[in-house]
T-cell receptor, first 116, second 110 residues
Framework: KAGVTQTPRYLIKTRGQQVTLSCSPI?????VSWYQQTPGQGLQFLFE???????NKGNFPGRFSGRQFSNSRSEMNVSTLELGDSALYLC???????????????FGPGTRLTVL | GESVGLHLPTLSVQEGDNSIINCAYS??????FIWYKQESGKGPQFIID?????DKRQGQRVTVLLNKTVKHLSLQIAATQPGDSAVYFC?????????FGPGTRLSVLP
């Protein structure tokens, strides 16, 4: 079974631009969560999508948004990029919503975003 | 707000020795904890989890200990191998979202 895939793996943007990242979950998984990982803050939860609906959202500004399609693939968008948005963006999929116990999340390799 | 932290940002151990990675959490309402391993260039990988109604849980070469009194979590790796070299994260949850610590880098010395 293929794992979680994320595209692109690396991305360089300049301040003010916008970016869209893509995540394909493991086949059959309906929950997709997004995380931002930086050396200083570690892993921080962005949002979770389940059955095409955003179920949870972390403490990030409205510039960060996402969506999920009927095939469970998900995209996240960051508008008006800032230098501080440089990070590794990780996507994780699971069978059920992440609040469920015994519901392991499987992470993708991440997209490394650099904002210049 | 709630937070999860680690006592040691880096840990070096001799191959074959046991490793202990510690984690402190601040939210006493947290009832579910996970340890993840992240190797260079890869996403975090689930190692072991524990619920708050347990004090100890064992896996293959790994043991997680939970002390709710002092809000402390630890991961013990027996007979540490070179392949164990990675960054280890603890994560806690009390409902829906997970809160992750900054991570501890484990280096295994030959």
């Amino acid at each position: 079974k293929a794992g979680v895939t994320q595209t692109p793996r690396y991305l360089i943007k300049t301040r003010g631009q916008q970016v869209t990242l893509s995540c394909s979950p493991i086949s059959g998984h309906r929950s997709v969560s997004w995380y931002q990982q930086t050396p200083g803050q570690g892993l921080q939860f962005l949002f979770e999508y389940f059955s095409e609906t955003q179920r949870n959202k972390g403490n990030f500004p409205g510039r960060f948004s996402g969506r999920q399609f009927s095939n469970s693939r998900s995209e996240m968008n960051v508008s008006t990029l800032e230098l501080g948005d440089s990070a590794l963006y990780l996507c994780a999929s699971s069978l059920k919503r992440t609040s469920g116990r015994n519901n392991e999340q499987f992470f993708g390799p991440g997209t490394r975003l650099t904002v210049l | 707000g709630e937070s999860v932290g680690l006592h040691l940002p880096t840990l070096s151990v001799q191959e074959g020795d046991n490793s202990i990675i510690n984690c402190a959490y601040s939210n006493s309402a947290s009832d579910y904890f996970i340890w993840y391993k992240q190797e260079s260039g890869k996403g975090p990988q689930f190692i072991i989890d524990i619920r708050s109604n347990m004090d100890k849980r064992q896996g293959q070469r790994v043991t997680v200990l939970l002390n709710k009194t002092v809000k402390h979590l630890s991961l013990q790796i027996a007979a540490t191998q070179p392949g164990d070299s990675a960054v280890y994260f603890c994560a806690e949850s009390h409902g829906q979202n997970f809160v992750f610590g900054p991570g501890t880098r484990l280096s295994v010395l030959p």
